[in-house]
Structure formats: C-alpha cells, structure tokens
C-alpha cells in the first residue's frame, strides 16, 4: 500500500517570499508523483507530475518539485509567491499501472500581502 | 473541450435518506474515479469505473455505490445516509485506465441533517 506524508498543516508567507510544501511518501513499488492545488470552492487542478526521467518537474506557474527516492520526497517549491497563490496543495501517488490516487492530507499556504 | 462536470453541486439531505451524484466525464475519456473529500479525512478513494466495469473499490461500506454507462457518465449512489457523510464528493476522469492523468470535476457538496 502507498502512503503519503504532508508534514505540514499550514503555511504562512509574505508576498514575494519562497515557500516549500513538504511531502514525503511511502511504496513498496513504483509510483507516479502528483502535485494538485485546490482553490476555496473548487475542485482539484493538477499542478504538476513525476512519471520518469529528470527528477525536477516545472509546472507553467512557477512551482518546482523534485523527485528524491532515496529520500522518498517530492517536495513542491516557488521562488516567489503571489497572493493568487493561496490555496490548498495536495502531494498524491500512485501506483504504476493503477487508477487509484493516494493523497496527503493537504497544506493550506496562505499568502500574505 | 469541456471539463468534467458534477450534479448537483449542492445537495442538503437528511439521516436515513439517499442520495444520488451525477458526474460527466470529459469527452472522450472511458475512466471515471470518485474521491470522498472531508476536513478529517481528507480525500480518500471510493471507486474506479471503466467500461461500464468497476475496476477498483476504495474502504467504504456498501451503502456507497455506482455505476457507469456505456457514455461513460457515472453516478454514484449513498444509501441510508449517515451524518459522517457529509463531504465534497469529487469525480476525476481520464482518457484510459492507469492513465498519467486525472481531471477532476468541481466537486458535489453534500451535507446531511
């Protein structure tokens, strides 16, 4: 089974200040890796993914994740946060060859002016 | 393309009633997922449906239940309802089965009295 670790809850931050959403996992087999944000309201938009290859992941707005397996991290990065980037992110796997999502339990990041 | 959309996005039920979520996938993609969302549990899986098959089941009693239709619309279903029901129900759609992404649906706020 595959498990997921978001170690923490809440993140404050100034405007303009860099930010680190932690997530941490746990498979015994091979795994996709997943970054989705959730705005008030809405449902999931997927913000970037790992399937293979280079193990440092770009989404268009900014945010960076890399891939460290012998760490079995997937930490989610942005230089320099807007207020639009408040929201809740969620770090999720799956399993190669499954349907099924595993999420963590989410980061709200609040943007501060 | 239109993206994956949910009825009704709003639903006030009542302990012992049931319950009925629509979920229309967006063109073209066989696979549908529903996710059960709530602040204890965050987002869990509750089952995977394609070709009118379900494929998977998440941990969840047998008052929860669906089905797929051969438009790949599915619906599920929550039988004698439970105050712990109450939860954002999110449908994700995909083009094949273990595919590399999902896109999900603004999400069926159900809260039960």
């Known amino acids: 089974a595959q498990s997921v670790t978001q170690l923490d809850s809440q993140v404050p931050v100034f405007e303009e200040a860099p930010v680190e959403l932690r997530c941490n996992y746990s498979s015994s087999v091979s795994v996709y890796l997943f970054w989705y944000v959730q705005y008030p309201n809405q449902g999931l938009q997927l913000l970037l993914k790992?399937?293979?290859?280079?193990?440092l992941v770009e989404s268009i707005n900014g945010f960076e994740a890399e891939f460290n397996k012998s760490q079995t991290s997937f930490h989610l990065r942005k230089p320099s946060v807007h207020i639009s980037d408040t929201a809740e992110y969620f770090c999720?796997?799956?399993?190669?060859?499954?349907?099924?999502?595993?999420f963590g339990k989410g980061t709200k990041l609040t943007v501060n002016p | 393309k239109a993206g994956v959309t949910q009825t009704p996005r709003y639903l006030i039920k009542t302990r012992g009633q049931q319950v009925t979520l629509s979920c229309s996938p967006i063109s073209g993609h066989r696979s549908v997922s529903w996710y059960q969302q709530t602040p204890g549990q965050g987002l869990q899986f509750l089952f995977e449906?394609?070709?009118?098959?379900?494929?998977n089941k998440g941990n969840f009693p047998g008052r929860f239940s669906g089905r797929q239709f051969s438009n790949s619309r599915s619906e599920m279903n929550v039988s004698t309802l439970e105050l712990g029901d109450s939860a954002l129900y999110l449908c994700?759609?995909?083009?094949?089965?273990?595919?590399?992404?999902?896109?999900f649906g603004p999400g069926t706020r159900l809260t039960v009295l």
């Open positions: 790992y399937l293979s290859g280079s193990t």
């Open positions: 999720a796997v799956k399993r190669v060859g499954s349907e099924k999502l595993v």
């Open positions: 449906y394609f070709s009118e098959t379900q494929r």
């Open positions: 994700a759609s995909s083009l094949e089965l273990a595919s590399n992404e999902q896109f």
